[in-house]
């Protein structure tokens, strides 16, 4: 069973409609919490072993990020639901909180 890692920060570029070029965020651990940072292709890897499972919390509500194929067989992040993953993402700080 995959463990559960909230995305509380993503590194875009910028620009509007941009892929995240790094995400990271808190786990839950026994005695406390783990801050942790991934590239994207690195969280796809760890969602399709089912080693994690990410989620972004906006207005209390949690959006689960899912492996979405694109044209040409490339994959990308997404959010299950109707959540914009884009927009998400630039909603979110680019650097993790000290």
């Not at 979405?68 to 299950?80: F, H, I, M, Q, R």
Request: net charge negative.
């Amino acid at each position: 069973m995959a463990a559960s890692a909230q995305v509380t920060w993503a590194a875009t570029s910028g620009d509007t409609g941009s892929d995240a070029q790094k995400i990271g965020g808190v786990v839950k651990r026994f005695f406390g919490n783990a801050t942790w940072q991934l590239a994207p292709e690195e969280a796809i890897a760890c969602i399709e072993q089912d080693e994690w499972s990410f989620f972004v919390e906006l207005e209390g509500e949690r959006y689960w990020l899912v492996v979405e194929e694109t044209d040409g067989d490339k994959k990308k992040l997404s959010l299950a639901g109707d959540a914009e993953v884009e927009a998400v993402f630039a909603s979110l700080p680019d650097v993790p909180d000290q």
